[in-house]
């Protein structure tokens, strides 16, 4: 199978230009303007843009969580991604406390093996770290690549570990050429201001977020940065959301420490004020929670300065009837929230459209970095020769619309609905197969392929 995409603007993370790409098998095989090949398929791509598929490195699909399991399935979820532009995702294993990282994830090959239609790949979150479990990293690692170990400094009694965890496993990460990634909240204050509100019979999503104060996300990104410098471990921090966590970065690149960051797109674009509403707010409970204007101010800026290198999105969606689960009481929303599907058309619209970012650095943002960082470059994340041909075309002028009627993420209802954007993922390639066109789905359920990783190089 053989595709022609012709007189595209093709956008790198250094250079735009108008050229032919052509592809053979899953492969890119030559990019240049007028390629001479015969195709099975052409595209005419005049007035498009062609960017690499998107890697969205931060979701979390069918997962166990507050009693209930998050509503998109390995189906439903990658399916929703590539119809949105990103080929290729990355999940968590979660490690029960007491069992292996194995036994976690013989379970989680169970729910995802054969059953997705994007790319896919693992983090592994490490939730109980002891003897046994450090004998498991290096085969993560080396045998499964798993080159990446999530950490939660929050969620006490299910996900948290604490500092001298953290500090065994970086020094083992680390020994084996891996990264560690962290939730950074302090879950001890979280769960004494939890206490407090409900104690002052403050039960309603509001109290979520007057539960994690900017403060609480500010000292564990710090503490976690000091432990990552004094351990050398590679680091990244998952879903920063404030100033303050972001000045705690900029002050680790004095002593030229570098710590990768990752944004989420609901960060860069909701506010806080959605949390005043009565229960309707339970649609934005998430952990951080949205966050003010000036902390979206200081997310844009921590791009434009490089102090943030992916935008990804925490897709953790829970359907209303599950969201109910906490109607009486906010500590029992399942924390989360649905955007897998609209992070690349929301990030070109609100980012690229109004001048806030480079079609440059879209590019870097939402394929290029999460690749380097996570050991999937030059294969995704990249359009040049030899690269997987994972590719998106977008019509940068296509208006439209987002909400529950048209999405296909598995939840009734939409955090952005309404929303009216500009600029289209019309055709999605995975792997040389024009998996989307216009919305018609021509891949099966079992497509995707799980993806090893290479160990984390530091340089990106
Ligand atoms: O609210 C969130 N973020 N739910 C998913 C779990 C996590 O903390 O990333
Ligand atoms: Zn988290
Ligand atoms: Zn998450």
Not at 139 to 166: H, N, P, R, V
Request: charged share 25%; proline share 3%; with cysteine.
């Amino acid at each position: 199978m053989s595709i022609l995409i012709k007189n595209g603007r093709i956008v790198t993370g250094a250079s735009d230009f108008i050229a032919d790409l052509y592809i053979e098998g899953s492969k890119i095989h030559a990019i240049g303007s007028g390629l001479p090949f015969q195709a099975d398929q052409e595209i005419d791509a005049s007035g498009k843009l062609v960017i690499p598929g998107g890697i969205d490195p931060h979701v979390h699909l069918e997962m166990p969580f507050m009693g209930t399991y998050s509503s998109d399935t390995y189906s439903s979820g990658t399916l929703a991604a590539l119809h949105g532009g990103t080929t290729t995702v990355i999940d968590f294993v979660l490690q029960t406390q007491g069992s292996s990282l194995y036994q976690a994830l013989d379970l989680w090959r169970g729910r995802s093996s054969g059953k997705t239609y994007s790319d896919y790949s693992f983090h592994m979150a490490v939730t109980d770290f002891n003897r046994e479990t450090r004998q498991e990293i290096v085969a993560m690692i080396e045998k499964e690549g798993i080159t990446s170990f999530k950490t939660f400094m929050a969620y006490k009694g299910a996900l948290m570990i604490d500092d001298g965890q953290m500090l065994a496993l970086m020094q083992e990460v680390k020994t084996h050429g891996g990264m560690v990634t962290v939730h950074a909240t302090n879950g001890d204050m979280i769960d004494m201001l939890i206490d407090k509100h409900r104690r002052e019979g403050h039960f309603s999503p509001l109290y979520h977020y007057l539960s994690q104060p900017e403060i609480t996300e500010e000292e564990a990104s710090g503490r976690f940065i000091d432990l990552a410098y004094y351990t050398g471990v590679p680091a990244y921090i998952v879903h920063l959301t404030c100033e303050g966590a972001i000045n705690k970065v900029r002050e680790a690149t004095i002593r030229n420490q570098k710590v990768f960051v990752e944004t989420c797109i609901q960060y860069l674009l909701l506010d806080a004020a959605l949390y005043d509403q009565g229960f309707e707010g339970a649609k934005w409970v998430m952990s951080p929670p949205l966050r003010t204007r000036k902390d979206r101010e200081a997310l844009w800026a921590g791009i434009d300065q490089g102090l943030i290198q992916v935008v990804a999105t925490d897709h953790c969606p829970f359907r209303w009837e599950q969201k109910r689960l906490g109607k009486d009481d906010f500590s029992k929303i399942p924390n989360g929230h649905p955007a897998i599907e609209h992070r690349m058309e929301l990030l070109f619209s609100e980012g690229v459209n109004k001048g806030r970012i480079s079609l440059n650095k879209y590019v870097e943002l939402t394929a290029i970095n999460p690749a380097k960082i996570f050991g999937l470059y030059p294969k995704k994340g990249c359009i040049a020769v030899g690269s997987d041909a994972d590719i998106v075309i977008m019509d940068p002028d296509r208006e439209h619309e987002i909400s529950v009627n048209n999405h296909h993420m598995n939840v009734d209802y939409s955090g952005y609905e309404g929303w009216k954007l500009k600029g289209k993922c019309e055709k999605i390639i995975l792997r040389g197969k024009l998996a989307i066109d216009h919305g018609q789905v021509n891949i099966d359920k079992g497509f995707g392929d799980f993806v090893k990783r290479n160990p984390i190089s530091s340089v990106i």
